[in-house]
């Protein structure tokens, strides 16, 4: 059975990076929400992502309809599949709830569904997302904090000099999005323990590796999914 894994949290927090991560080393497939909903290709809605606001959650089912046929198809491939940046209300708990039962009518996939949430304080997020460094050729992102570059300021992969890309408009959209998450963050957690079967809270102010490590060890330990150690 695969397991279809949402890994949800504040902005910022690095959802992405830890799916980055299982994807790497369990052979999953990820699925960013973002993505796929700017495959809408919807004017609208990319003027809501852009705005640091809420897509509702119609939108949501619409890109996961669009989807659905490539997440099942997924999941009877691979060991897991992996969506992030989902659930960010509860209404998306609902939209789930909805594309759960179209994979078994439709489909007659039966993932188990299961969730990471990374927890992290205001603080600690807030210096993370300043220390963000962008390579101008190139487009790598590093982080002072948490993925430094091997050489001072400079890229891995090119040696151009990194920059800061980082401005008031970035705080802003990050306090926005920060405070309507908190403003959901319990609903959304009651919520989701209705429909799925463990809900695993992970403390991710810590190095992206121990982190890592945490959830690999989850997958191992509750559902025997076999991934690289190292
Ligand atoms: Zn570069």
Same mark, same amino acid.
């Given at each position: 059975?695969?397991?279809?894994?949402?890994?949800?949290?504040?902005?910022?927090?690095?959802?992405?990076? =830890?799916? *980055?991560?299982?994807?790497?080393?369990?052979?999953? $497939? @990820?699925? =960013?929400?973002?993505?796929?909903?700017?495959?809408?290709?919807? =004017?609208?809605?990319?003027?809501?992502?852009?705005?640091?606001?809420?897509?509702?959650?119609?939108?949501?089912?619409?890109?996961?309809?669009?989807?659905?046929?490539?997440?099942?198809?997924?999941?009877?491939?691979?060991?897991?599949?992996?969506?992030?940046?989902?659930?960010?209300?509860?209404?998306?708990? *609902?939209?789930?709830?909805?594309?759960?039962?179209?994979?078994?009518?439709?489909?007659?996939?039966?993932? @188990?569904?299961?969730?990471?949430?990374? !927890?992290?304080?205001?603080?600690?997020?807030?210096?993370?997302?300043?220390?963000?460094?962008?390579?101008?050729?190139?487009?790598?992102?590093?982080?002072?904090?948490?993925?430094?570059?091997?050489?001072?300021?400079?890229?891995?992969?090119?040696?151009?000099?990194?920059?800061?890309?980082?401005?008031?408009?970035?705080? !802003?959209?990050?306090?926005?999005?920060?405070?309507?998450?908190?403003? =959901?963050?319990?609903?959304?957690?009651?919520?989701?323990?209705?429909?799925?079967?463990?809900?695993?809270?992970? !403390?991710?102010?810590?190095?992206?590796?121990?982190?890592?490590?945490?959830?690999?060890? $989850?997958?191992? *330990?509750?559902?025997?999914? @076999?991934?690289?150690?190292?």
């Amino acid at each position: 059975m695969s397991l279809l894994i949402l890994i949800f949290g504040p902005p910022s927090i690095g959802k992405d990076t =830890q799916a *980055d991560v299982l994807v790497r080393k369990c052979g999953f $497939i @990820k699925f =960013q929400m973002s993505d796929l909903l700017r495959s809408l290709n919807s =004017q609208v809605v990319d003027r809501i992502i852009a705005s640091g606001d809420l897509v509702p959650a119609r939108y949501v089912y619409k890109a996961l309809l669009n989807s659905v046929d490539i997440i099942s198809a997924a999941l009877v491939s691979h060991p897991g599949v992996i969506i992030t940046g989902f659930p960010r209300k509860t209404e998306d708990v *609902d939209v789930m709830d909805k594309v759960l039962d179209l994979l078994s009518s439709r489909y007659g996939v039966y993932p @188990k569904l299961v969730a990471f949430k990374l !927890d992290g304080d205001y603080e600690s997020i807030l210096k993370r997302v300043r220390g963000r460094l962008v390579c101008p050729v190139c487009g790598a992102v590093y982080n002072v904090f948490t993925h430094p570059p091997k050489n001072d300021r400079l890229c891995d992969k090119d040696g151009a000099k990194l920059v800061r890309r980082i401005d008031d408009r970035t705080i !802003d959209v990050f306090n926005k999005r920060w405070e309507e998450y908190k403003a =959901q963050e319990r609903i959304l957690y009651v919520r989701l323990k209705d429909i799925v079967s463990a809900i695993y809270d992970i !403390d991710a102010t810590r190095a992206i590796k121990e982190i890592a490590d945490d959830i690999l060890r $989850i997958l191992k *330990d509750e559902f025997g999914i @076999k991934c690289i150690e190292k």
